[in-house]
């Protein structure tokens, strides 16, 4: 069976064409300017094309959004290509863990939905690296221990360079020294390592909390940076909130 996942963040939808449990291709697209269902559906179709996929082999759409007033569209540019009406996953589908709490975002659940499928028998720490900055923790049961949210480092640094007059903008990649003697440099170290100090942190004090050494999945579109320079996170999987969209739809 041949699924279409899309994730609707607050930065980008990603879409995932799912062969069964695998995920054979992924691309990314902006959300925002925000589109109209027309446009959506052009750009769908050219998508479409690039990656060799024929609408006609997708039997189901699954849609996760923590974007609302986009759901509607992409559900209006999915029937008209597909002649299906998706599924839409959130927080208050059933599966094997329990939320807990009804603002969990759909994002949040989903990544702790795709931890305790693919990573049973232990918790699971899931660091994303999203607009936010999030760090969720689930036990071997299901259980939601609890979730931490911070500004994403994206949002952060766009923020610095918005509000100052003389600060660039900077490719985020590890600087060649901690301490920097030029602009670039320095940004980088305080961008790169000041929030991996941050995330080690909580890694480190959720251990702490629940008595564990947690398993530590990261993901999200900055996770690559992140995960060379400490050997507190144990994988990388930039499709792992995807993952946890089609476990919580394919049997709807």
Same mark, same amino acid.
């Given at each position: ?51 060799? %996929? ?123 020294? %901690?301490?920097?003697?030029?602009? %670039? ?6 961008? %790169? ?60």
């Amino acid at each position: 069976m041949n699924s279409i996942v899309i994730n609707v963040g607050n930065s980008n939808i990603r879409f995932g064409l799912f062969d069964d449990d695998n995920c054979d291709i992924s691309w990314v697209i902006n959300t925002k300017p925000y589109r109209t269902a027309d446009e959506l559906y052009a750009q769908m179709l050219m998508l479409y094309q690039t990656y060799k %996929v024929e609408p006609k082999d997708i039997t189901k759409v699954i849609i996760g959004s923590v974007v609302p007033q986009l759901t509607k569209v992409i559900s209006s540019a999915i029937k008209k290509i597909h002649g299906i009406a998706p599924v839409i996953v959130d927080r208050s589908t059933p599966s094997g863990v329990q939320a807990k709490s009804k603002q969990m975002g759909t994002d949040i659940y989903a990544n702790l939905v795709a931890a305790h499928n693919l990573y049973p028998d232990r918790k699971k720490i899931i660091i994303d690296f999203g607009t936010a900055l999030t760090a969720s923790c689930v036990t071997e049961i299901g259980e939601t221990l609890g979730v931490i949210i911070a500004p994403g480092i994206i949002t952060a640094l766009n923020s610095l360079i918005s509000q100052t007059a003389q600060l660039p903008e900077i490719e985020l990649k590890k600087p060649k020294t %901690v301490l920097g003697l030029d602009t %670039v440099t320095c940004m980088q170290s305080g961008m %790169v390592y000041g929030f991996l100090g941050m995330v080690e942190g909580f890694i480190d004090r959720i251990n702490d909390e629940v008595n564990d050494d947690c398993f530590v999945i990261a993901t999200g579109g900055v996770s690559h940076v992140y995960k060379p320079l400490t050997d507190k996170i144990h994988i990388t999987d930039r499709l792992h909130t995807l993952k946890g969209l089609y476990f919580l739809g394919k049997d709807l």
